[in-house]
């Protein structure tokens, strides 16, 4: 059974919630950053056991699994990790909705029906 959250219990969670947003959507930077000069790496890495660079990005991987399942654990949904999006479970009229939240506003602000996703936001 999904943790509810109420408006002001989300906003409570996104104070310790958003510095690992932010830490996700660093390490995926970093990621991409690095993919022209790891694809060789990889390839030659499947043959020979690996390299420095393949390394290092396993080790980002790593850390930004760590990340999504303290995202996870809080009961809030990660939905997109490319935005920093994240839903919260919700009731609103005795139905279950989402609070959504999206890296760089300042709260939650907005909530959905569960099949509408984020193209159906509408203002708290």
């Known amino acids: 059974m999904p943790r509810y959250f109420t408006t002001e219990q989300a906003n409570e969670a996104l104070v310790v919630i958003k510095p690992m947003v932010a830490e996700i959507l ?9 993919q022209p000069d790891i694809w060789p790496s990889l390839q030659k890495a499947v043959g020979n056991g690996g390299s420095k660079a393949a390394s290092q990005v396993a080790l980002e991987f790593a850390r930004m699994d760590t990340l999504v399942r303290q995202i996870q654990a809080s009961g809030a949904l990660l939905k997109d990790l490319n935005i ?26 907005y909530w959905h029906d569960l099949d509408s996703g984020y193209a159906g936001r509408q203002k708290l």
């Open 26 to 34: 660093e390490i995926r930077q970093i990621i991409l950053e690095q």
């Open 84 to 109: 920093g999006l994240l839903d919260f479970p919700s009731l609103r009229e005795g139905r279950e909705v989402y609070l959504c939240w999206r890296y760089g506003e300042d709260s939650v602000q």
